[in-house]
């Protein structure tokens, strides 16, 4: 009864553990004053999503020390999105720590129909060009079918997501996904309870050497006769394809990452 | 018919084979023989094809009822020892013998000391106290000496693969392989008799070969012992399959250097030389659980036991939820150090 009761406090402390960073959340985001996040411009959200995503943009962002910004624009001086980015994060002087400091900015130019992602200082070294062509991959079906209040969610949770990993590590890593990490456990658990079972009756341990009369046994006659070589050659499949915009730098000489896409 | 049994020459009572001291001792005042010097009544008698099951005890004449295989036995009602001649003459006699090395004594505490490692036995299994019986038993056994003659062809490659420039080139050579090989194996043990479980008799062995004895009558006294159910005709295709698979894994070995193997032509000539009858000391458990009963078997030299012990669920699925706990801590450890982030 031991072992049981052994389990039983294993499990709840399992349990606790995995309920703990749910209740740091909420508890970050009642200290944090709120900021404005979201700068709709082009009028694409009523005034409920409005909060609703000012709110969530305003609790990921404590965590993670970035300011995650949502820009749309109708762009009636017909300016180029990235130019655009720039100027807004130069002019409103943006970022968590200080001004012009950690910001991550999603600018939807409406007129054009351009979207452009920009990561400034921590945003920059975590959200490098590569992870930022992820998170557009990722938002651009929704914003094309015009599901904005849910592409600019993603945009949010993903730029928080990626900004948890170092930035040396590929955040798709399989190794990183959790329903992954669980359906291992689950395997490695069941092919060890697997083998127990199996094994419980006793196993053969005889092998092909126990009865061989090896004094008698053995390799009379062998030929290795070299016949023809085939070589077959497959293209190296490169990464860093598709240079679509990549970073810069302000006027105001702030560098950044980036991704620019059209929907 | 004869029944023979072991009286001691000092006091009459009933002198049984010691697993200790390998001599045929008395219970009651201590006489040892040894096996080697008193001389074998098996050999003065004749073969008799008639299938009795019904003898009577020398020692009480008591009616003592015998399933056919039966070769030695116990006396129910006063414990003698019996050992029914016919059973073990003519074709029947065995040529060798390994005698138990484990007493009853040991066996039990061996058998109770394994149910205790049972990691998803039950508990209530694991205190060992529904022991129903226990039987020392002489199983027959046929020992094989098979010789093999082996041709083998086969395409074999050799792949290696490199990077130049912007390719990654996989070469692969080709050769035409042969090998041939003689492959003798000696003393192969199948188990010869029909009541006994073919996978619980393979999972026993090895049983030491250096303690074979030549087979003498009295190495039975105290034990049960069967006669062959099946003689060595019979049985070899299965001796030809169990070192079907010791072949297989002799020949890749010669073929190791190869990443892929084709057998293009694979001939195999199992030649059989001799078998020789040998019996070989198992002791039998039979154990209550739940209303069912289990067997399991213990090799009477070494004191491996195998068996299918009763598995609980409730273990099971604990080892099952822990291991799967552990494990998804450690992956979420391992990508928590790789820089991934612990949620």
Known sequence: MRRSSAIVTFLCFFAVFLAFPLVMKTGEAAAAEMKQLVYDDAGLLNQEEYDELNVMANQYGVRRETDIIILTS??????????????????????????HGNAVILTLDMKNREVYLAGFYKAKMYLDDDRLDKVRAKIIPDIASGDYMLAFQKYIQTADKYMGFRPDMNPDNLLFNGWFQLAVSLIIGGIIVGMMAIRSGGRVTVNRQTYEDAGTSGVLEHRDQYLHTTVTKQKIAKNNSGGSGGGGTTSGGHSHSGSRGSF | MKIIDYKCPNCGSDMVFDSETGMLSCQSCGRNDNINLIPDPLTKNVFSEDETTEYHCKSCGAVVMTESETAATVCSFCGSVIVLSERLTGKLTPAQVIPFAISKEEAMRAFRK????????????MTADRIKGITGMYVPFWLYELNNAIEVHARGTKVRTYERGDYKYTETQHFDVYRKIRLNYVKVPIDASEKMNDELMDKLEPFPYDQLKSFKTAYLAGYVAEKYSYDDKELFPRAKNKISEYIESYIRSTMAQYTTMNYTDKHIDTQFKHAEYTLLPVWVVHYDYNKLEYTFAMNGQTGKVVGKPPISMAKVTAWFASISGVSFLSLKLISWMMGGGFW
């Not at chain 2, 394994?114 to 299994?125: A, H």
């Open chain 1, 74 to 99: 109708k762009n009636t001086e017909n300016a180029d999105v990235e130019k655009m980015t720039e100027d807004f994060y130069d002019k409103h002087a943006l970022g968590y720590d200080k001004p």
């Open chain 2, 114 to 125: 394994w149910c205790r490692k049972g990691w998803l036995t039950p508990n209530g299994f």
